[in-house]
């Protein structure tokens, strides 16, 4: 397993380049204390992120529409990297989070199915006499031809990861990218989990979007033993095999029968100032998922 150091725009801890071994990471505790909607004028700090461009348009109407807002957003951001290495603010993070996950009910940004049931998708009646394996490669076979990630879960690794997910609803996820790794957070609302890029975070605050939205299925958990997962996701932003990758890091890091792996999802939900983001790497590093699934 490769080391790594993290090499990063100031202003910007969403981004990981992966290069040599022995150094210290770079990366203070996570940015923003808040989470879910996007602006900017030249600000030199916010363009030196490799991912501005990406974000710019929704960057600039938030300068547009709410100048204040804005301004306040980057002073803090000016506050958050001036914190000692290894500081972290993922309890105020988190707290937030949740907040805004209680709201989710009452307005889902982006175009994301709201309450999406799995017998708008399956006909129910017509699965009764068919086993959970059979079941699950009907699952596979329709979703092979979608734009999408589909999933056949075992009812007894589900029950271990949304147990999981009750207690820690919050992770920071690594999603490899051509310069390195792009940060993730996934916050789970009842059996959906939602995901936002961190730079979203950081220049949205409680408005930043659902970006990717995993839904599990739980119907016929009791009766056949599997949980059907499926997603939707912003093609702007996610690519299917990026989803890809995501998704299994779901599976690597909530339903770890190795101690140490969940242990990471502990630490960021209950303990966050001993949260260390390189740990995320190291783990993707071991596992192999990210190299298998980046390179799809």
């Not at 707290?95 to 129910?124: C, H, V, Y």
């Not at 979703?143 to 271990?160: H, N, W, Y």
């Not at 789970?188 to 599990?216: C, D, K, M, R």
Request: some cysteine.
């Amino acid at each position: 397993m490769a080391a790594a150091v993290v090499q990063m725009a100031c202003s910007y801890r969403g981004m990981l380049a992966v290069r040599n071994t022995g150094i210290r990471a770079l990366i203070p505790g996570l940015v923003s204390s808040q989470f879910r909607a996007f602006s900017v004028t030249k600000e030199p700090e916010l363009e030196e992120n490799p991912y501005y461009s990406k974000y710019e348009e929704k960057i600039k109407k938030l300068r547009s529409a709410k100048p204040q807002e804005y301004k306040a957003r980057l002073e803090k951001s000016s506050e958050v990297k001036k914190e000692p290495l290894g500081q972290s603010r993922q309890a105020e993070f988190v707290k937030l989070m949740d907040q805004e996950m209680d709201k989710r009910g009452k307005a889902e940004p982006g175009s994301f199915t709201k309450n999406k049931t799995l017998e708008s998708i399956l006909n129910l009646d017509m699965i009764q006499d068919k086993s959970g394996a059979e079941i699950g490669e009907l699952w596979m076979h329709y979703f092979s031809t979608k734009d999408t990630i589909s999933a056949v879960i075992p009812g007894s690794t589900f029950e271990i990861m949304i147990s999981r997910a009750k207690s820690c609803p919050t992770f920071l996820y690594a999603l490899p990218r051509n310069e390195g790794y792009e940060f993730f957070l996934g916050q789970w609302a009842g059996q959906e989990l939602h995901f936002t890029s961190l730079i979203n975070v950081q220049t949205l605050g409680q408005n930043a979007p659902s970006q990717l939205v995993l839904y599990h299925y739980s119907d016929l958990q009791k009766d056949k033993d599997v949980v059907l997962m499926t997603a939707e996701m912003d093609e702007k932003f996610i690519a299917v095999h990026e989803a890809q990758c995501l998704a299994n890091q779901v599976q690597l890091f909530y339903a770890a029968q190795r101690h140490e792996t969940f242990q990471l999802v502990e630490t960021f939900n209950h303990r966050p100032a001993e949260f260390k983001h390189m740990s995320v790497i190291a783990e993707l590093e071991q596992s192999g998922i990210g190299q298998k699934d980046a390179t799809n």
